[in-house]
């Protein structure tokens, strides 16, 4: 079955760490999206990529970095200089940017810094 | 700047009866706006997508609206059931291409 794969479920971080979360699509979709979702708020863009080796800051990307080397893979790094980095992570992906037919979510990344 | 508002955090109903959804958006004109279901520590899943030249989408028992006058978009769920409770999110189209999320309603439907 296509669809998006996110890993680790659960992943804890020590203070000044760098840790970076998984995220994999066999939809052959061209855009793919990093979310971040806190309780009681939207969910909040930080980074977008629309073509391999081709990606975007959004709202929030200071503290985060990605890559996008392959079509299928859309790793996100969580690095020491983002400072509060406890949240729920979400990787989307679309067969373009407009998502005019909807974004296929993976299943999240429940980070926490201890 | 966009902003985005979905009146209601939660909204309680009784079991057959219809849930009604609000989304009210300001300072942009989305093209198109979506809706999704998200359940406790899920991703969201897409339900219906709902462009500014239609009034109404139906898929089954929901129903979305689109009045780009009053910048407003309806989201109905007839007969309601308890597997329905979850929480519904707004995405309109963003200027940008991106969609950008509402904070969702969270229905719980009771039996």
């Known amino acids: 079955d296509g669809g998006i794969t996110q890993s680790p479920k659960y992943l804890f971080r020590k203070e000044g760490q760098n840790v970076t979360l998984s995220c994999e699509q066999n939809?052959?979709?061209?855009?793919m999206y990093w979310y971040r979702q806190d309780p009681g708020q939207g969910l909040r863009l930080i980074y977008y990529?629309?073509?391999?080796?081709?990606?975007q800051k959004g709202d929030i990307a200071e503290g985060y970095s990605v890559s996008r080397e392959k079509k299928e893979s859309f790793p996100l790094t969580v690095t020491s200089a983002q400072k509060n980095p406890t949240a729920f992570y979400l990787c989307a992906s679309s067969t373009n940017r407009q998502g005019i037919y909807g974004y296929t979510f993976g299943s999240g990344t429940r980070l926490t810094v201890v | 700047s966009q902003k985005i508002e979905q009146n209601s955090e939660a909204l309680n109903i009784q079991e057959g009866k219809t849930a009604t959804l609000t989304c009210n958006y300001t300072n942009y004109s989305p093209a198109y706006l979506q809706w999704y279901r998200q359940d406790p520590g899920r991703g969201p899943v897409f339900l219906l997508l709902?462009?500014?030249?239609?009034k109404e989408k139906r898929k089954e028992r929901l129903k979305v609206t689109f009045d780009t006058t009053l910048k407003q978009s309806l989201f109905h769920i007839t007969a309601s059931q308890p597997a329905d409770s979850a929480t519904y999110l707004c995405a309109p189209g963003g200027s940008q291409g991106n969609l950008i999320f509402g904070k969702g309603t969270k229905l719980s439907v009771k039996p």
């Open positions: 709902i462009r500014e030249n239609e």
């Open positions: 939809l052959n979709h061209d855009a």
């Open positions: 990529s629309q073509i391999v080796n081709d990606f």
